[in-house]
């Protein structure tokens, strides 16, 4: 098996292109492929900072990684869910990978802010642990990126994330749902940073070569608060696809970007703003501020 791009010894092949390549050349493809989900979705200027929600899992690395090769100034950000041993290894992953690259890195740590973890605050509130996390991930990224200037943040969601949560919305009917879902979310009367995933040209399968080949070192083991979580059997049912039939996870969610105008009009702007903490809400009251409140009673 030979490299499309330079004819050498391939090291991945990629049965959804009918291609492979060796290690340097698939660091092009990759780097391409982000390229091309920038520009397309006009992500970000060359000039424009960048806030990463950087994990310290393999897709939130390599994007960090990505967007500094190219070059963009991107800086960090890690949110310390409190999740014991978990939560201390993916911050030193991502400190590590900072310190080594000469980056600069935010951090902020739900227990030195609130006393409590995920885990405790997602039992004070009744709410699954991934809803109460999402929320308070939405919430810290967008007032992290105001507070400290970014007008953008880009997270590492990759085909594989994108396309198992259409398939969601799809089985579910979530309209509203499938109607903001883009790679790319404008902002809001400056109210809320832009956010991008210029990852999500490429898979999961290909991120984790990325990483392999760039020596890129990142927590392996899952959060063990999204065991059970719908997102992996959704996942699992488009690999099975995948497998049978390669591209299907491509022709699905890209094609489904293609045809979203066509099936949806343009959604009215929601100018409201929580009476709390002041960021945009469909309520009067935000989602955060609302999990916040049960977490003081």
């Not at 579910?172 to 499938?178: G, H, R």
Request: charged share 25%; net charge positive; aromatic share 10%.
């Amino acid at each position: 098996m030979k490299c499309r791009r330079c004819k050498k010894p391939a090291v991945i092949k990629l049965p959804r292109h009918n291609t492979a390549y060796c290690g340097f050349c698939f660091q092009f493809y990759v780097y391409e492929q982000v390229r091309r989900a920038l520009s397309e979705h006009k992500m970000l200027q060359k000039k424009e900072p960048v806030l990463v929600a950087v994990s310290g899992g393999k897709d939130s690395l390599a994007l960090w990684d990505i967007l500094t090769k190219l070059g963009y100034h991107a800086v960090g950000l890690h949110l310390n869910l409190g999740i014991g041993s978990y939560s201390e290894t993916s911050q030193s992953k991502v400190e590590a990978f900072a310190r080594t690259r000469n980056l600069e890195l935010i951090t902020h740590a739900y227990q030195e802010a609130y006393g409590l973890g995920i885990v405790e605050i997602a039992r004070e509130t009744a709410r699954p642990a991934c809803s109460a996390c999402g929320t308070m991930k939405r919430y810290h990224f967008n007032r992290i990126a105001r507070e400290k200037g970014f007008a953008v943040v880009a997270t590492g969601h990759n085909l594989d994330d994108e396309a198992s949560r259409l398939l969601g919305n799809v089985l579910q009917w979530q309209e509203s749902y499938l109607q903001k879902q883009s790679p790319a979310l404008a902002a809001e009367d400056g109210k809320w940073a832009r956010k991008v995933r210029p990852l999500y040209r490429l898979t999961e399968r290909e991120i984790a070569a990325y990483t392999v080949i760039s020596r890129i070192d990142y927590i392996i083991e899952e959060c063990p608060m999204s065991k059970g979580a719908k997102m992996f059997l959704y996942k699992e049912m488009l690999n099975q696809l995948e497998e049978t039939s390669p591209g299907t996870k491509h022709q699905f969610y890209l094609g489904y970007l293609q045809k979203k105008e066509q099936i949806f009009s343009p959604q009215e702007k929601d100018k409201q703003c929580c009476k709390v903490c002041g960021q945009p809400t469909r309520g009067t009251i935000c989602s955060y501020c609302r999990l916040m409140e049960r977490v003081a009673t």
